[in-house]
């Protein structure tokens, strides 16, 4: 049978923040970040090695160099650069969510603080995932589960990703040791935010970034052209700041655009990616959400993507502690289909070739695969 999965925050929950979680690892962020320990500008002749944060090892890295205008230099754009961590930082406390607050920013045009919010949401996904703890092992397990060699990846299976990040690259880059540019390819990787008008082998396995990804393109020779913003997740300190600082730079006085790209920011159904993604996943049957609450401001896009698998029989939905709660609200963007929802104290079921089944599965250690793969 053919499925699709449709991943949310949750699904990269042991080594990413979820939406409570990301004003608290912001201050965490901004605090590695900070480079005011010391205040004003420190002579590197006098500057005495550090323990502590990220930034001052790097600082004091820099001040080795005994290269003076290079160390001001990386100084002063490491302090712009925290101020709009802190900045972010604040907007995500006031906000109900990051998602919410760049919606707003969209709504009201205001393209640089918009901008803004996407280069330092990069770096700090970028971050949290050359840590130790940034990597989810589930995906790992899934991969283990799904492949049979490294070459001929499940035809009949969609991943359709609502994060940023890029777990399921460094899982499947862990497992092949293939460089990213040709992990993506393999991944028959499509992503909001690159222009590839390229059409989707639809009987293929695909992965689709609805929200785009943490990397940065631009226009050479009339090609928009996708540059990773770094090609490992376990890179030294210094390259990990000198790719941010190259980022943060490049955004604001180069021509570099942002890959991360809202699933409603010029939402267009019938060319690019959300047409590539319509067809693949036509012929879905079963679907299996994990981590993904459908937000009300997504629901134009999710109720898209549903109408876009007129075949389907079955929905899981796997969630620890909302697993029902979240089957209510897919509901009510499948209006054109009977139902029924199978829990441990009930079972109904209606006799209808149009009845797609609801299923909840509420455990976490690792991705649901249906008995019918």
Not at 276 to 298: A, M, Q
């Amino acid at each position: 049978m053919n499925i699709t999965y449709l991943l949310g925050a949750g699904a990269s929950y042991n080594a990413l923040p979820i939406v409570e979680q990301i004003p608290k690892a912001l201050e965490e962020f901004a605090n590695e970040f900070d480079p005011n320990k010391y205040g004003g500008r420190p002579k590197p002749i006098d500057f005495v090695e550090p323990e502590g944060t990220i930034v001052m090892r790097y600082l004091y890295s820099l001040s080795q160099s005994n290269v003076g205008s290079q160390y001001v230099q990386n100084f002063n754009l490491l302090k712009k650069f925290h101020a709009d961590i802190v900045w972010l930082k604040k907007e995500a406390e006031n906000h109900t969510s990051i998602d919410t607050f760049a919606k707003k920013l969209y709504l009201q045009e205001d393209w640089t603080n918009l901008k803004k919010l996407k280069v330092i949401l990069s770096c700090f996904f970028l971050y949290i995932q050359n840590t130790e703890k940034g990597f989810d092992k589930r995906y790992d397990s899934f991969l283990a589960s799904i492949l049979d060699n490294l070459e001929d990846l499940p035809n009949e299976i969609r991943i359709l990703s609502w994060n940023y990040d890029s777990q399921l690259e460094t899982a499947f880059k862990r497992f092949s040791n293939y460089t990213t540019q040709v992990v993506k390819q393999k991944l028959n990787r499509k992503s909001k935010g690159i222009n590839d008008e390229n059409q989707v082998n639809s009987s293929q396995f695909s992965l689709f970034k609805v929200n785009g990804t943490t990397s940065l393109n631009r226009e050479e020779d009339n090609v928009i052209k996708e540059f990773d913003i770094v090609e490992e997740f376990n890179i030294d300190e210094r390259t990990l700041i000198s790719e941010f600082m190259r980022l943060y730079e490049g955004f604001f006085i180069r021509d570099y655009k942002s890959s991360m790209s809202f699933a409603w920011e010029e939402f267009q159904k019938e060319t690019g990616f959300f047409k590539n993604l319509s067809d693949s996943v036509s012929e879905t049957e079963i679907l299996i959400v994990i981590g993904y609450s459908f937000p009300f401001f997504n629901r134009e896009i999710d109720k898209f993507i549903l109408d876009s698998m007129p075949n389907l029989k079955r929905i899981y939905v796997q969630d620890p502690n909302h697993a029902i709660d979240i089957i209510e609200k897919v509901k009510g963007l499948t209006p054109r289909k009977s139902f029924s929802i199978n829990t441990a104290n009930r079972n109904r079921k209606m006799e209808s070739h149009n009845t797609i089944n609801y299923i909840p599965k509420t455990f976490a250690d690792q991705f649901f695969i249906p008995i019918e793969f």
